[in-house]
Structure formats: C-alpha cells, structure tokens
C-alpha cells in the first residue's frame, strides 16, 4: 500500500526524499521509480521528510518503529508529521500520538478503508483520527490521495471505525463464501446465484469483489486472510472491553484462523471460499 501511494504522489509532482521497507528489494525498486534515496533505517526518514508516511503490518511493528531505540521515527523529528495508515488497535494510534507529542513532533491515523488499486489510483477512501488542527493542515496531502475521507474524531477513534468496517465486510466475505459453497452443493448454476444476489438483499459490496473470485478460485492477494484474521481479531477485543459477544464476528474470526492453520493465510480473503465448497478444503482442520 505504502508503495502505491508513494507511486500516486509522484505522480502529482511531490518531492519524496526518502523511503524505506524491511524488504531492501522493494525500497530500492520504490526508490528508482520516485527518484529518492533509500533510508538505512526509519530514522533517516524525519531529518528528509516533513511529512512521514507509515503503512505497517501490526501493533508491534508500530510501536517498535516508535520506540526508543536507534532506528526509532522519533529521532529528530520534532515539526514533523506522521500519518500512520495501519490497522491496528486504538490504544497503539493513541500511544503513538503521545510519543511523538513528547518529541515535539505529531500523529494522526489515516485508516484506509481501500485495497492497492486505490492507493495507486488515488482514490482512497481515508477515515482520520486525532487532533482536528493537525488533520486540517495535512487536508490537502490527504485529499491527493483520496477521492474521500472523514473526520472521526481523537487517536483511536479512526482505528476503532476501520476494525468495525473489516469486521463487516470479513463477515460479509464468509457468509458469501458460505451461499456459494452450499448452491456448489446443491448443483445450482453458481453464476446464475451471483445474478440473483446481486438483485436481492443477498447483495453486499463484497459479492462484486469476490464472488467470481471465490468460484474461479482466483485468490490474488489484495487483502490477505491473515489481515482479515487479525483486524477481525482487533474488533473482537473492543468488543470485549464494551462487554458484547458478537457471534458471528467470532465464527468468522474462527474461519480465518482456519486458513492460517492449514497454509492458506497470505491468500486474498476471498479464499474463505475454500473451506466451504466440499470439493476444496472443507474438511481440513474442521
């Protein structure tokens, strides 16, 4: 995500200093795209950039890049500003703005409700967390690439809507997955069932997404099962902290779990569809 939107940018003119991947490929592959120089570490990043941009992969590698240690963002970044695109818990976009208020530096999340194509394209959908001042000066960076977003609120309030909207549409993708396994079932014309969903309240945004996906078993990877798992995760937490059980969020954490367990994780998670078709996996791991 992190390179689309570096790509998108570039396009529209922006200098990009500087950029940095755990995998050094990929940096110099970025790097030699936008004309910038590779960052032996994060903390190369600030002294070059006036806006730092992070898309990592869980909790732990976001409070490890804004930790206290040699390689941290916080190093000499005070007056500089970090949009921190990740899906991760509230309570990390929360401890994240307060170390890098203590630096003199800022945070706001900008969770992406988006997959690859949009981030190259520009077209972003942004939900923004944090302090309303510090949003509106970043306003236009944000906007060049989205075509929408809103405010939300304080850190974490962004974090917390965008595990809400992957916990629905994870759950939407299951339940998919599971009318498409059970018409395979039941011998029906698996196109004619699509047609029909889509013009009754079967119909979800993910049913456009992935359904021909899930019956050609194309499982291109855009938001991987082991995201869909650990974002479901995120909001299951929440809602055990607000004392809900929420069961079918819990079934479809189950499920995608599943994947993990029997290799299948780094699949789109349109390949859910592989545990309820009985000819593919439906019985592995059960």
Do not use: W
């Amino acid at each position: 995500m992190g390179a689309n939107i570096a790509l998108r940018l570039h396009d529209l003119g922006y200098a990009i200093p500087s950029v940095y991947d755990i995998d050094e490929n990929a940096a110099r592959s970025l790097a030699a795209r936008v004309g910038s120089v590779v960052a032996a570490s994060p903390a190369e990043l600030p002294p070059h950039c006036e806006i730092v941009l992070t898309v990592v992969s869980d909790d732990a590698a976001m409070l490890k890049i804004f930790g206290d240690g040699e390689d941290s963002l916080l190093r000499d970044a005070r007056g500089r500003t970090f949009v921190n695109c990740a899906t991760v818990t509230p309570a990390t976009h929360i401890e994240v703005e307060r170390r890098a208020r203590s630096v003199g530096a800022s945070a706001i999340e900008g969770c992406m409700a988006s997959s690859i194509v949009q981030a190259r394209e520009g077209s972003l959908y942004l939900m923004i967390g944090g302090d309303r001042a510090i949003f509106e000066r970043c306003e236009p960076f944000l906007r060049d690439i989205s075509s929408s977003l809103v405010y939300v609120g304080e850190a974490g309030r962004a974090a917390a809507l965008k595990a809400l909207v992957n916990m629905v549409m994870n759950a939407n993708t299951a339940a998919l997955a599971e009318g498409l396994g059970l018409a395979d079932a039941l011998g029906l014309d698996l196109d004619l069932v699509l047609e029909v969903f889509a013009r009754t309240g079967a119909d979800s945004r993910v049913r456009a997404t992935d359904g021909a996906d899930m019956i050609a078993r194309e499982h291109e990877t855009y938001f991987s099962a082991a995201h869909a798992a650990k974002d479901s995760g995120i909001a299951l937490a929440l809602a055990r902290e607000a004392r809900l059980r929420l069961p079918i969020a819990e079934a479809t954490h189950r499920q995608y779990e599943r994947l993990q367990r029997i290799g299948l994780g780094e699949l789109d998670k349109s390949a859910i569809s592989e545990l309820t078709f009985r000819s593919r996996h439906a019985d592995d791991d059960a």
